[in-house]
Nanobody, 115 residues
Framework: QVQLVESGGGLVQPGGSLRLSCAAS????????MGWYRQAPGKEREFVAT???????NDADSVKGRFTISSDNAKNTVYLQMNSLTPEDTAIYYC?????????WGKGTLVTVSS
């Protein structure tokens, strides 16, 4: 089993920045891949970014150049640095983990981009 707890969401103005954190615990072999997905109101959950235990990252075209995923293995924590936020980034952001894809999910943290 893997437990994931997100933090760092909140209200930010357009053009602002936020850093999300995801603290992981449990079976380390079940979190070879960790990442972030988001779900905006009335829309399906969508991929944002992932990072493997080896440090390989992948991110969605919609966030390239603005969002950066990183990890601190010593702290068992994955981060999502979000810059140049727009209202279209408003969503609940979920942290996921799994041996290959997302098998485990956190409860999510709300990010609202509004003036």
């Amino acid at each position: 089993q893997v437990q994931l707890v997100e933090s760092g969401g909140g209200l930010v103005q357009p053009g602002g920045s936020l850093r999300l954190s995801c603290a992981a615990s449990g079976n380390i072999f079940s979190r070879n891949v960790m990442g972030w997905y988001r779900q905006a109101p009335g829309k399906e959950r969508e991929f944002v970014a992932t990072i493997t235990s080896g440090g390989t990252t992948n991110d969605a075209d919609s966030v390239k150049g603005r969002f950066t995923i990183s990890s601190d293995n010593a702290k068992n924590t994955v981060y999502l640095q979000m810059n140049s936020l727009t209202p279209e980034d408003t969503a609940i952001y979920y942290c996921g983990a799994g041996p290959y894809g997302m098998s485990y999910w956190g409860k999510g943290t709300l990010v609202t981009v509004s003036s």
